[in-house]
């Protein structure tokens, strides 16, 4: 594994490995934000899941939103290029939270989103109950107890970081879960193209 | 004045005129959505607007999310490559409407941004208090009584159609007069960049 902090695109990520065998299915999850939007891709193959690589795509407060947006949009068009996910996985915003964030996140998630119709990607949402679901096995686990499955079940030391990374690991995972058995989830049997 | 639909590009709209004289600013309105996006192209010169084009881009409500958003995103691109604007005038969002409603709009408004920012093209956004005092004088003036002056001050027969175009025209207006006056507008002075 190895850390690496590309300037030019401003996103800061971890790459596990990169060789995709024959038969896997290659998903890319994204925590979608403004400020930061978190993005986990793994290789699938009979029903395993392995991390490839994951991280964030920081975007400076300082500067306008139009740039922000271009910012994430090009950087997920770049993932896309770089990774040539057969999937995309994209978190269903969640409309507890303040209005104002919810607005946010939805004008970042509307980037990743044009980023992926673009390249003409399927793409798939999820919602936080889903996700707990599919990875915890229980809709209401908590935070840690997601992060500490994500963990176990892509077989790594530690948890993933930051926390927006591995989010979107646990909504890839989730992806990869409802795509190799829509029954075997609890409540499950609903997977919504975006 | 003639009326014309584009099924190409889901865009409806009526063209006023299309010739740009010397000195003389376009500018693109917009009123975001997801169903509907209201746009309004009017020519300012010397503190005097006039009407260009204007219409809504409209998706169906059966396509996939991804899709409508990569239509507006066409679009709002069709309509700077034919109209060159100098500005976009976008309408901030309505904190006070339903979230999920602000959510789906978020959205949208995304689409368009990331059009604009993809031409670099200046935008600029303002509240709907801005705009009604902008073009009625009055923040707390009538959506009635500000449609009444997007035709006054537009010279206009009839109130432009459909509502979202004129709202759109009302947003031009509103930067325009801006443009011209920052000092004239109670409560103005606050031009936000997007």
Same mark, same amino acid.
């Given at each position: ?5 590309? /300037?030019? !695109?401003? %996103? ?11 038969? &896997?299915?290659?998903?890319?999850? !994204? ?13 699938? /193959? ?5 991390? +490839? @690589?994951?991280?964030? !795509?920081?975007?400076?407060?300082? *500067?306008?939103?139009? %740039? @922000?947006?271009? =910012? ?7 993932? *896309? #290029? &770089?990774? +040539? ?11 507890? &939270?303040?209005? #104002? ?28 109950? =889903?996700?707990? /679901? ?8 908590? #935070? +840690? ?7 176990? %079940? ?6 993933? #970081? ?8 646990? *909504?890839?995972?989730?992806?990869? @879960?409802?795509?190799?058995?829509? %029954? ?11």
């Amino acid at each position: 594994m190895f850390s690496c902090y590309n /300037k030019v !695109i401003g %996103l800061y990520s971890n790459l596990i490995n990169n060789v995709k065998g024959f038969g &896997t299915l290659v998903i890319l999850g !994204i925590d979608p934000g403004v400020a930061t939007v978190g993005f986990g891709i793994i290789n699938e /193959k009979d029903g395993v899941p392995k991390p +490839k @690589r994951y991280g964030v !795509i920081s975007t400076p407060a300082g *500067i306008r939103l139009a %740039l @922000r947006l271009k =910012q994430i949009n090009d950087d997920v068009s770049q993932l *896309i #290029k &770089t990774f +040539k996910p057969d999937a995309i996985a994209v978190e269903e915003l969640f409309f507890n &939270t303040n209005q #104002k964030t919810a607005v946010m996140v939805a004008h970042g998630r509307a980037a990743v989103i044009l980023a992926g119709e673009e390249h003409g990607i399927p793409m798939f949402e999820y919602t936080p109950l =889903q996700i707990k /679901k599919a990875v915890a096995g229980y809709g209401r686990a908590t #935070k +840690k107890q997601v992060m500490e499955m994500v963990r176990r %079940l892509l077989l790594m030391e530690q948890i993933p #970081k930051p926390d927006d990374a591995a989010d979107a690991l646990a *909504i890839a995972i989730c992806h990869a @879960r409802y795509t190799n058995s829509l %029954l075997n989830i609890e409540g499950g049997g609903v997977c919504s193209t975006i």
